[in-house]
């Protein structure tokens, strides 16, 4: 059973329905079961054809109230609009003149999307926000922070973003981009993707919300959290698991603190910082 939540709605919020703001341009959709979601994500998706890879991104979240924000916009968050977009380009430009002398290959010098991943992946705070091909995925992420953290709401959420939205374009200020994964092998294994925001807006439901006034450039799905044992035994089957999901001897790490933490019925006291 889906319980749908349309645009404008004044829907009362409950367990598996959290209701965003009343002028709220983004649809959320609660599944009241994994078994719900994976038997039904697809009809609302495709309702006419069968999964089309690419035509939808997603990303997961442990806390469904966590925003569509990247590690650099949570990073400056007290800034102004204009002094952050400044210190976004200033950033990036500093970050470039360091690597003046590297074995940079020439086609990252000649693009700043591609320069934005490449500084990401060595830690560099960008308006890069990470997504993945895959519905599963985002699913893997959301329910194994869960059991990592112990988040308490009784939801997560799978973010969907409609690739092929006008709004997701330059021309407006937010691009989805392809990026080589830089001997990344994580982006490779997350079937994984970016969206890349120039604007000053903090978070993609602002920008949305100021752009998606046509069709539904984001979406958001609930699906019950405590389900989080049975989906990701469910993943496992799929051969979405650490070993996957994460690269080599990363893999192994993650692999191990998730057994353990499962086997104690336990929860990670000092909380890691999001990823973008």
Not at 204 to 232: M, N
Request: charged letters at 25%; one cysteine or more; aromatic letters at 12%.
């Amino acid at each position: 059973m889906v319980k749908k939540k349309a645009r404008g709605s004044n829907s009362k919020p409950n367990a598996l329905n959290q209701v965003s703001s009343q002028d709220s341009p983004i649809e959320e959709e609660s599944f009241d079961s994994w078994e719900s979601f994976k038997s039904t994500f697809c009809q609302h998706l495709f309702p006419n054809e069968p999964f089309r890879r690419g035509k939808y991104l997603f990303r997961g979240h442990s806390d469904p109230r966590w925003k569509l924000e990247t590690t650099f916009d949570r990073m400056f968050s007290n800034q102004p609009k204009a002094m952050r977009l400044q210190i976004a380009e200033e950033l990036l430009e500093v970050f470039k003149r360091g690597l003046e002398g590297e074995e940079i290959p020439s086609e990252v010098r000649a693009d700043d999307s591609l320069f934005h991943s490449l500084g990401q992946h060595y830690g560099l705070p960008t308006r890069l926000l990470d997504w993945t091909e895959s519905p599963y995925i985002a699913a893997f992420f959301a329910y194994n922070s869960r059991v990592l953290w112990g988040v308490m709401d009784q939801s997560i959420a799978i973010w969907v973003l409609d690739t092929t939205h006008p709004i997701w374009s330059s021309h407006y200020g937010v691009e989805i981009i392809d990026v080589p994964s830089f001997g990344n092998k994580r982006i490779r294994n997350q079937s994984g993707k970016f969206t890349l925001s120039r604007t000053p807006f903090p978070d993609l439901e602002s920008y949305v919300a100021a752009h998606g006034d046509e069709g539904r450039p984001l979406r958001k799905f609930l699906l019950p959290a405590p389900e989080y044992a049975k989906a990701l035994a469910d993943l496992d089957a799929m051969g979405i698991h650490h070993g996957t999901v994460y690269p080599e001897i990363e893999g192994a790490a993650q692999m191990a603190l998730f057994r353990i933490v499962s086997k104690f019925n336990t929860f990670v006291q000092f909380r890691t910082s999001r990823p973008a």
